[in-house]
């Protein structure tokens, strides 16, 4: 049994080196940090693979793809929980982790080694009719599906968002009401805001609203009525907007040419 299993003791002799280091010797230490890779690369996976194949029943090239493919999805999904975790993602919370897997796997291996026949049924405390082998792919299988759910979910909840304020200034409509305008502004940022708006006609001032403060997704509108004119049919309206905490540079700005009625110059 031991010469059959020597590969499992070494495994687990230097993961337990390989964590004692991580606790001994500062980050600063190149070297120390170097002997703990194994533990990152290749032992989890390893221990995994010889614990779903205990009799050696595959060959060392796929025993190697085993290996490396098992060690790449626990250490995707693991640093995905550990960055879930009040801990947190660091090299110690790694190192338990990974070791832990190791040691367990290593474990369950050197039982199946000695022909004890280790069941999902046991495992779960109901009948399933499964091995422990077709378990514990089961299990792997479903880690990998709720990790992928996880990530994806995670993924868009992260998606960058730009907000944006919405500015506009449209004519009143009727015959009546030629020199007179409406103007909205609309808050689509992720945070209040508070605007300045100024409202130029042919290049002067015609009103300003020096504090327009608004929540995410409130909007504000008003009714301006512009000053007659009869030196001309058309006017250049603007509206300025500003932020109040850099009231020099506009943030947006629109231009709406009037019929005010008037005679063509």
Request: with cysteine; proline share 5%; net charge positive.
């Amino acid at each position: 049994m031991k010469h059959k299993s020597v590969d499992l003791l070494v495994v687990m002799t230097i993961t337990i080196v390989a964590v004692a280091l991580v606790f001994a010797l500062p980050s600063s230490i190149v070297s120390g940090r170097i002997l703990t890779l194994p533990l990152v690369l290749v032992l989890p996976g390893y221990a995994l693979t010889c614990a779903l194949f205990p009799k050696r029943a595959i060959g060392i090239p796929q025993c190697v793809v085993f290996s490396l493919a098992l060690n790449l999805g626990i250490v995707i999904l693991g640093g995905l929980a550990l960055n879930w975790m009040p801990f947190g993602l660091h090299t110690r919370s790694w190192s338990v982790l990974l070791s832990g897997i190791t040691l367990i796997a290593s474990t369950v291996a050197l039982l199946r080694r000695r022909g004890q026949y280790i069941s999902a049924s046991a495992w779960l405390g109901v009948d399933l009719g499964l091995n422990f082998r077709q378990g514990l792919l089961l299990g792997l299988a479903a880690i990998v599906v709720c990790g992928a759910g996880a990530i994806s979910y995670q993924g868009a909840a992260q998606q960058p968002f730009q907000g944006f304020t919405q500015l506009w200034i449209l004519p009143a409509g009727g015959a009546s009401t030629k020199n007179t305008i409406r103007l909205g502004v609309s808050n689509m940022e992720l945070t209040a805001m508070e605007y300045n708006l100024s409202v130029n006609m042919d290049g002067k001032v015609v009103m300003v609203w020096p504090s327009i403060y608004l929540k995410p997704n409130e909007k504000w509108e008003a009714t301006l009525v512009l000053p007659q004119t009869t030196h001309t049919r058309t006017a250049r309206v603007e509206a300025l907007l500003y932020q109040t905490r850099a009231t020099t540079k506009i943030y947006r700005h629109v231009v709406l040419w009037l019929d005010m009625g008037g005679k063509a110059p």
